[in-house]
Nanobody
Framework: QVQLVESGGGLVQAGGSLTLSCVAS????????MGWFRQAPGKEREFVGV????????NYADFVKGRFTISRDNAKNTVYLQMNSLKPEDTAVYYC????????????????WGQGTQVTVSS
């Protein structure tokens, strides 16, 4: 089992920045690919980005490229999502997720999920 706890969400004005953290416990964190997803009210959960266990391979959804950055610190069992130039349409609950094996972009590919952290961007 892998337990994931997100933090760092909040209310920010458009154009502002937030950094989300996701701390993992349980099995060896460094073996897992870590993804970030988000879900806005009335919408399906969507892929934001994913980072490989080594940190060398990172994929982003097109709508966040150039604005969001994913990183991880395996010594701290933590993955981060740095979000810059935030827009009102980025308002959502943000989730981190873990999967073993390869990079994935679909929610069904992930085994473990955090409880989510709310990000609200005001215009």
């Amino acid at each position: 089992q892998v337990q994931l706890v997100e933090s760092g969400g909040g209310l920010v004005q458009a154009g502002g920045s937030l950094t989300l953290s996701c701390v993992a416990s349980g099995r060896t964190f460094s073996n897992y690919f870590m993804g970030w997803f988000r879900q806005a009210p009335g919408k399906e959960r969507e892929f934001v980005g994913v980072i490989s266990w080594s940190g060398r391979s990172i994929n982003y959804a097109d709508f966040v490229k150039g604005r969001f950055t994913i990183s991880r610190d395996n010594a701290k069992n933590t993955v981060y999502l740095q979000m810059n130039s935030l827009k009102p349409e980025d308002t959502a609950v943000y989730y981190c997720a873990a999967r073993y094996g390869t990079i994935g972009t679909l929610t069904d590919e992930y085994t473990y999920w955090g409880q989510g952290t709310q990000v609200t961007v005001s215009s």
